[in-house]
């Protein structure tokens, strides 16, 4: 994970937090495609899908909070 101030990573977990409906401590392929509604990305539902996959490099389907963390900080 990347070296973040204690007030970013707290601003990042409140975002992965808000993304991360079902409270279940990851963000799946639909969380992750209103996460991209909501920053407004301009981009296909195949851009998005390729987006998770690399995001979600323990390919385990879903993204954690240390893979949001780095893919936010990227």
Do not use: C, H, Y
């Not at 101030?5 to 279940?24: G, H, K, M, P």
């Not at 998005?48 to 993204?63: K, L």
């Amino acid at each position: 994970m990347p070296q973040l101030s204690e007030d970013s990573l707290a601003e990042i977990r409140e975002f992965f937090d808000d993304s991360d409906t079902d409270n279940n401590n990851s963000i799946d392929r639909e969380e992750f495609g209103k996460l991209l509604e909501a920053l407004n990305a301009d981009i296909s539902k195949e851009e998005a899908d390729i987006g998770f996959d690399i995001i979600d490099t323990d390919n385990n389907r879903s993204i954690d909070f240390d893979e949001f963390v780095a893919w936010w900080a990227e």
